[in-house]
């Protein structure tokens, strides 16, 4: 792990160790501060020159979209808020530093056909030989979770085979982000794809140890790259892949693996809308099932139509930028 450099870096450790201590996880953060260690040093910067002018100048010296800049602040404010409750100092000098204006963001979004035919394409990239076939297996499994279950990447690859509950036709998710657990329940075809991955897993396995739902041919589980790895690799082959656009104030994002779980938040709005139902009194449950603190941040989800609205808008923005 990268240490810290500048004259806070103690300071930086004490405050990750408390929130950690409180059951943050705190890898981004320490990504964002490690941006704020190096501007210190850059600056040479010492305890008296941390006023709100000096974060003025390093908010404009920021060289990064406004976005990234905000995450950045946001952590140093939450940082020297917890230094002035330490008695380390008198009052946060980033109390009124004002955040940047972001651009609009809209996140790609599948239509439903277009995942079923990334998922075939995944399937049928699955090799057969006895070093690779448990492995590929496992990866379409991961990727069909995220699209079928609107799970987030790290999700599928941390499932334990006892969380899976063919009985009950649920998967119970534990202490992912926001340190919460849940108890989902499961579509018919996806328990089908989970006992078929198991029987062939048992076929292929002659001393099956691991506590894993997902599994290598090593036996060790999946990890995060392997998904992401995968998933940019299919959509390159079947034409899907595209550069996230800007245009204007509006980013279009490029399409991730957590596109999937977006798509599966708005496929599924669209269908309650399209059974005459409120999407609006849908969001409590949604959010719940998707794991989400609140579900304010899973209305976000009703400002996306649909994934031809966002064609459309991404094509007449290029039309227009063409005619001027």
């Known amino acids: 792990m990268k240490p810290f450099e500048s004259f806070m870096a103690p300071k930086f450790e004490e405050f990750l160790v408390y929130r950690e201590g409180l059951g943050y996880s705190m890898e981004a953060y320490r990504s964002y501060l490690h941006s704020f260690d190096r501007y210190l040093k850059e600056t040479e910067a010492e305890w008296s020159s941390l006023d709100p002018a000096f974060f003025l100048d390093m908010r404009a010296n920021l060289k990064m979209e406004s976005r990234s800049a905000n995450k950045i602040l946001t952590a140093v404010r939450v940082l020297f808020q917890f230094l002035v409750r330490r008695d380390y100092l008198g009052e946060n000098p980033l109390r009124d530093i004002p955040f940047m204006k972001e651009n609009t963001i809209v996140p790609f979004v599948f239509f439903p056909e277009q995942i079923d035919q990334l998922l075939e394409a995944i399937c049928k990239g699955v090799r057969k030989t006895k070093g690779r076939f448990l492995t590929d297996f496992s990866l379409y499994m991961a990727v069909m979770l995220l699209a079928r279950c609107g799970m987030r990447i790290s999700e599928p690859v941390g499932l334990l085979r006892h969380h899976y509950r063919r009985d009950e036709a649920t998967i119970y998710i534990e202490k992912t982000k926001f340190k919460k657990d849940r108890l989902i329940p499961i579509p018919k075809d996806v328990v089908t794809e989970i006992e078929n991955y198991l029987s062939v897993r048992k076929s292929l396995l002659r001393y099956d140890q691991s506590p894993y739902l997902l599994l290598r041919t090593n036996q060790q589980p ?103």
């Open 222 to 324: 999946l990890t995060n790259q392997q998904v992401l790895y995968l998933f940019r690799k299919t959509l390159k082959n079947i034409g899907f892949d595209q550069p996230r656009k800007v245009i204007g104030n509006v980013n279009f994002s490029r399409p991730t693996p957590h596109s999937l779980r977006h798509s599966f938040a708005v496929n599924t709005l669209i269908k309650i809308k399209e059974r005459g139902e409120s999407p609006q009194k849908a969001l409590p449950v949604l959010a719940a099932y998707m794991g989400h603190s609140e579900y304010k941040y899973t209305s976000v989800y009703l400002r996306v139509v649909d994934a031809q609205s966002r064609k459309d808008l991404v094509d007449f923005s290029l039309w227009q930028k063409r005619k001027q």
